[in-house]
């Protein structure tokens, strides 16, 4: 079976060499590396070629692409590399990758048109200054023969070995049976859902599963999108989860699909867990680079050897499983963690991996052309997550900073950004408005932010600037600003916000300016198109319309709602109609709530959580129950709870224990979490998980309406989000079929038939 491959994606496996080296520096926009090309062109005679496509075989390997440039009257083949600043910062090992290129081009182009010889040229052209350096060499067409066939033999030998993975996967996938003995109840309904999803010839299919806890969502959803590899040529599975414990259990299943596999003597899947830098790197204290750490001097050297022992390995590529790999070759776990994303079947990450804007899944599967499966776990915390992805703000703090540190043109250009940003504070200030959203970023400020955008790239570009400068952050900061100012429109605020009186003792107020995301929609929905199939699943997706419209999901996306294997018998849901928890009545809310868990308590001893909107009132509702009912026993979240006070709070909820564990919604203990059985018998939720009504929200509010209607600016900005973390809170109670509880929702607002709509079919509320 013949297979076929970019000369690109050749030379980057086989020719890569030297360190890993991940120092900063400016690269050129893809129009200027456009324009440089073109311009480079110019410069060239009148017969001189571009964009010649080549390809040639060697073996059972088809070898193809377009080389820049040919220049017949010096018989010279050009590979032409953009860049900024000093060519230094041209690294040695994407040097090696360049040459390895050009040469590769250049046997293709002897080949096919009978040279025996051939001058090869790397131009490296500046866009700055608009100047070419040119590296060349004459080569034999013999030893560029023998150039491209050492390449494609290292190529093939790996290549052959990962085709019979694959027709190895795929056999195994089609024969695999469910690893349980049966679905659980609405599980075999949800993987007949996720499986029909992907059954089209069209990429883009979207699904959308609300499914209650308790039914096996992470396996309900795995299962089925596996099986449907082999049938739709599904190249890789991405897991993407938003927290810790979806994480867990997507390997959890992952494990048990291939143990199911291997009783059946079949090929396993490879699964890679891949994790966040901070988790993984070896030396936190040194920068990516050989010159500092040495898990990055010789990188690309040692890494193929790495890579092979990682994948000889049979199934799960865990975090400690890779570390071991990566220290017994001295290289970096997490880039090794990076490599191994092309050789895996199944990896399991964060959201960020595929749904942000520098996404390393999303570009690797569009240069690998890959056609992949995205399950989104937990799909309810995207809207907020990707709203974040796509916000930028920068702090007037941090000019001060960057312009401490900062001299000749990058002070000058800081300091007239500095100027322009005073105006509109001495605005803002004279309007006598703390917080300001505006229809566009004001041309001069937008003027001022490019200048000192490019002065610095170009300092940096001369001297590179090392991690902790304050001219790098603030550099940093203003290149995702200016990013998402280019693409600013309906879907996002441009707002300003002073500092507090005071804060930095300045005669005129600084401030933080902020590209504030308000609807992901568009920066998602390309993300969605280039899926084969994207599954978001989730036991709170009600109602469909709000994440269709927030997530960009295209027309046509499918939602079914799985039915609660539970018993309304199983759950007491009762109102505390006689409290209101508005910000206006916090303090009079407080002893009634206190009495109310104090009875409750008395009346069945046992385990419960009970929710707040915010630390503050947590805090309050604490002190007045130890001074009004000093004998219960409660435990409170903090503000600055680390993972071993995470988890020395959820191991007082034992199976016959006794207290109240007090937390905030939406925080860490309000989804994600298990506590069958005895360990949690009731939930008290003293809000209604409203946002809070301030400046910010009011005008995301009015945005929301300018796009989807009056009716439903309030109710995407405030009532839908607050009521599925209120869901999900009261979630925590009935985890299996077999648990009983009660859960108090505290505040009249409760009452009112809008709000009764969105919770779950089956609470039978009283």
Not at 57 to 86: M, N
Not at 434 to 440: K, L, P, S, V
Not at 491 to 508: C, E, K, N
Not at 561 to 587: C, K, Y
Request: hydrophobic share 45%; net charge positive; proline share 5%.
């Amino acid at each position: 079976m013949s297979q076929v491959v970019a000369v690109r994606a050749l030379c980057e496996f086989t020719a890569r060499a030297g360190d890993l080296d991940l120092r900063f520096t400016p690269a050129p926009t893809a129009l200027e590396g456009i324009a440089g090309h073109q311009l480079v062109a110019s410069r060239r005679g009148k017969d001189y070629e571009t964009e010649i496509s080549l390809s040639g075989r060697h073996e059972d390997l088809l070898v193809r692409g377009r080389a820049d440039g040919f220049d017949p009257a010096l018989q010279r083949l050009e590979e032409i590399k953009t860049y900024r600043g000093a060519l230094d910062g041209v690294r040695a090992n994407h040097r090696a990758l360049h040459w390895a290129q050009a040469k590769v081009y250049g046997h293709l182009l002897c080949r096919e048109r009978g040279l025996a010889q051939l001058c090869i040229a790397l131009v490296y052209f500046n866009v700055g200054t608009q100047q070419e350096t040119v590296l060349e060499d004459r080569f034999d067409a013999a030893e560029l023969q023998a150039f491209f066939g050492q390449q494609c033999e290292r190529y093939l030998a790996w290549a052959r070995s990962e085709a019979e993975h694959r027709r190895a996967r795929d056999a195994a996938l089609a024969q695999l049976a469910f690893p349980f003995e049966r679905f659980r109840a609405g599980q075999r309904e949800l993987a007949v859902a996720v499986y029909r999803s992907t059954r089209t010839e069209e990429g883009g299919n979207c699904l959308m599963a609300q499914a209650p806890t308790g039914i096996g969502k992470t396996l309900g959803t795995i299962f089925p999108l596996l099986k449907a590899c082999p049938g739709q040529g599904l190249d890789k599975v991405f897991f993407l989860t938003a927290k810790g414990t979806g994480h867990g259990l997507a390997l959890q299943a992952l494990a048990a699909v291939n143990a199911s596999l291997a009783r059946q003597g079949a090929a396993c899947i490879r699964v890679l867990d891949l994790r966040a830098r901070d988790k993984s790197c070896e030396h936190p204290d040194k920068a990516c680079h050989g010159e500092s750490c040495p898990l990055a001097q010789g990188f690309y050297d040692r890494l193929p050897a790495a890579r092979r022992q990682a994948l000889q390995q049979p199934g799960q590529a865990d975090a400690p499983a890779v570390r071991e790999v990566a220290l017994a070759h001295r290289i970096c776990p997490y880039y090794l963690m990076q490599e191994l994303v092309r050789w895996s079947d199944v990896v399991v990450g964060d959201y960020n991996y595929y749904y942000d804007s520098s996404a390393m899944l999303h570009a690797l599967a569009q240069a690998g052309q890959w056609r992949v499966g995205v399950l989104v776990d937990e799909a309810h915390n995207l809207p907020e997550r990707a709203r974040r992805m796509y916000t930028a703000q920068l702090s007037q703090f941090a000019l001060a900073a960057a312009r401490k540190n900062a001299s000749g043109a990058v002070r000058k250009a800081l300091d007239r950004l500095q100027r322009s940003w005073n105006a509109i504070n001495r605005e803002q200030q004279a309007a006598q408005l703390a917080y300001r959203a505006h229809e566009e970023i004001p041309a001069g400020l937008l003027a001022a932010v490019q200048r000192a955008v490019g002065a610095m790239a170009e300092e940096n570009a001369d001297r590179p600037m090392l991690p902790g400068d304050a001219v790098l952050d603030f550099y940093l900061e203003a290149l995702q600003f200016m990013a998402l100012a280019e693409q600013l429109g309906p879907h996002a605020l441009f707002d300003v916000s002073l500092a507090p009186a005071g804060a930095g003792a300045r005669s005129t107020p600084a401030s933080t300016l902020c590209i504030r995301n308000v609807v992901p929609a568009p920066h998602l929905a390309p993300r969605h198109a280039a899926a084969h199939a994207t599954v978001l699943f989730s036991g709170t997706l009600s109602p469909p319309d709000f994440y269709r419209d927030m997530l960009g999901l295209p027309e046509g996306t499918r939602w079914i709602d799985v039915p609660a294997p539970f018993q309304a018998e199983q759950l007491q849901v009762r109102i505390a109609g006689h409290i209101s928890t508005r910000w206006r009545d916090r303090e009079r809310s407080l002893q009634p709530i206190v009495d109310l868990v104090a009875r409750q308590y008395a009346r069945q001893p046992g385990n419960y959580l009970c929710f707040f909107s915010s630390f503050d009132y947590l805090q309050r509702t604490a002190e007045r129950m130890r001074a009004s009912h000093p004998g219960l026993p409660i435990w409170l979240q903090t503000s600055a709870m680390d993972d071993a006070g995470r988890a020395e709070f959820l191991e007082r909820f034992a199976q016959e224990g006794r207290g109240i564990g007090f937390a905030v919604l939406g925080g860490a203990f309000s989804e994600g979490v298990d506590l069958p059985g005895r360990r949690l018998i009731g939930a008290f939720v003293a809000t209604l998980g409203l946002p809070q009504v301030n400046p910010v929200n009011e005008r995301m509010m009015q945005a929301m309406a300018r796009r989807f209607g009056a009716g439903k600016g309030h109710n995407y900005t405030y009532l839908y989000p607050g009521l599925r973390k209120v869901v999900q809170a009261a979630g925590r109670v009935i985890r299996t079929e077999e648990d009983k509880g009660v859960v108090f929702l505290i505040d009249d607002r409760f009452r009112r038939a809008q709000v009764r709509a969105l919770l779950p079919a089956w609470w039978r509320v009283e």
